[in-house]
C-alpha cells in the first residue's frame, strides 16, 4: 500500500490530537463519567442475556480448575492472618460486636422444637446408645475395682470382690456381661431419661445464659487463641483439602443445576431492572464513579499514551479507515 503524504499528515495530527486529549485528566473523568450516564439507564435484558452470563460462570468456574499458584495464595493469606501480630495486641470482643453475639444467643435459645428433635435424633442413634451403655459400663466396673471404700476400710476389699464373685455365679456370666446385657435391655429407657435430662439441662433461659457465659469467658481473649485450634503448618495441606472438595463438586451435574436455576431465578428478577440499580446493589454510584473508579483508571490511561500504544492501535484503525475505497474516492473528488 502507498503512502499519501496528505492522509499520513491527517493521521498524524489526529493522533497527535487524541495523545493531547487524553493526557488530560479532565478528560478521561469526564468520558468516564458520560459512559456511566449511559450504562446506567440501560436495562439487564438489553445488554447481556441469562444464557451469555451462565455460559460465562460455566465455563470460568465450573469447568476450569483453581491453578495451583491460586491455591498456594490462599494458604499463604490464611497463614498471614493467623500470624498477623496484631493478633496479640487484639481481644475477641473488639473485632466482633456483641450485641450480634447476643442476637445469635436469643436466636439460638428461641429454636426450642429444633433443639428437642435435634437431641431425640442424637438419643435415639445407636452410636449414642453404645456410647452411654461403654460409659455406664466402665463407671460400675470402675467402681467396683477401685472404690475408695476398699482402700480404706480394712476387710471391705475382700468384701467388694466376694461381691463381685457372687453376681458372677448368680448370673452365670462375668460381672461386665451381666451389666451390659442389663443396660441393652434398659437402653430405651436410659436413652429416653437421657432426653429428659438433656432438654431440662438446654431449656431456653439456661441455653441462653450458657451462651452468654461463654462469651464472658472468651471475649477478653487475644485473637492469638485461635492459632491453638489451627495448625499453620498444615495450611498448605488443610487448604489442599478444602479445593479437592471444591474440584470435585465443581463438575458435578448437582451444582452446574444449582447455578443454573439460582441464576435463572436471579436474571428473571432483574432483567427489567437499569444498571444503575443494579450497580447500587453493589454500592456503585455516580459518587464513587467520579471520585473513586475515574482516579483509578487515569493512571492506567496516561500509561497506554505514554508507552505509545494508544497511538499505535490508533494508527492501525486510522490507516483501514483513510486507505479505504470510500475514503480514497471522497479525497479523489476534492484532489
Known sequence: MSKHPMIEQLIDAQLDFLDQEFAQ???????????????????????????QIFKLIEKQILATPASSFLIEQIAEHIRFALIHPLNDTTTIEEVIPVLTIDSIAQYVASKTRHRQDLIKT???NPAFSA????????????????SVMSKRVPGVGHFMKMGK???ESVTDSNLNETIGHYLQKNILKISQMSERVLNQHFN?????????NIWHKIKLMPISVLRHYFEVQDLPTTVG???????????????KQQIHDGLYAWYARNQ????DLLLRDLNIDEDLIQNELSHLLTPVLQQVIQTGYLRQRARAHLEK?????HVSEILNKEG
Do not use: C
Not at 431456653?204 to 452468654?212: R, T, V
Open 25 to 51: 485528566t479532565e478528560t478521561i473523568q469526564y468520558e468516564f463519567k458520560q459512559f456511566y450516564h449511559w450504562l446506567r439507564l440501560q436495562q439487564l435484558q438489553h445488554i447481556w442475556s441469562f444464557e
Open 122 to 124: 442424637i438419643v435415639n
Open 131 to 146: 456410647l452411654i451403655t461403654q460409659l455406664i459400663q466402665h463407671s460400675i466396673q470402675d467402681y467396683l475395682d477401685n
Open 165 to 167: 464373685s457372687v453376681l
Open 204 to 212: 431456653d433461659d439456661k441455653l441462653y445464659h450458657f451462651q452468654a
Open 241 to 255: 483439602m478444602g479445593h479437592e472438595i471444591w474440584d470435585h463438586i465443581r463438575q458435578t451435574p448437582y451444582l
Open 272 to 275: 427489567e431492572r437499569t444498571f
Open 321 to 325: 479507515f483513510y486507505y479505504s475505497e
